[in-house]
Nanobody, 126 residues
Framework: QAPLVESGGGSVQAGGSLRLSCVGP????????MGWFRRAPGKGREGVAS???????TYADSVKGRFTISRDNTKTTLYLQMNNLEPEDTAMYYC????????????????????WGQGTQVTVSS
């Protein structure tokens, strides 16, 4: 059973907004690096954004200026505010976390994450 639980996905038209949330169990309050990944139809899973424990964010070039990642360490909750959505953003979005620190200026590899959610679907129509 995945320890992280995502919510907030849905279907929107291009230019719309969605806010994803991810909640983890209490024992995860010590995780350092958290992030969002996505898998589009027919493609591999890619990093979207990550955030260090001190709130320092890193974004994929494709979402810079449109997406904002944030976290609440007291509630072990991660958020992704997605604005000006494009059809290319259509994907299953996954929340992930790891005990290790985030790497400065670089998105974490999916293979280095310790905890995962089951995903929430985001569909953007043109």
């Amino acid at each position: 059973q995945a320890p992280l639980v995502e919510s907030g996905g849905g279907s929107v038209q291009a230019g719309g907004s969605l806010r994803l949330s991810c909640v983890g169990p209490g024992y995860m309050h010590r995780v350092n690096c958290m992030g969002w990944f996505r898998r589009a139809p027919g493609k591999g899973r890619e990093g979207v954004a990550s955030i260090a424990r001190d709130g320092t964010p890193t974004y994929a070039d494709s979402v810079k200026g449109r997406f904002t990642i944030s976290r609440d360490n007291t509630k072990t909750t991660l958020y992704l505010q997605m604005n000006n959505l494009e059809p290319e953003d259509t994907a299953m979005y996954y929340c992930a976390a790891r005990r290790a620190l985030c790497s400065a200026g670089a998105l974490p590899s999916q293979f280095t994450m310790d905890y995962w959610g089951q995903g929430t679907q985001v569909t953007v129509s043109s």
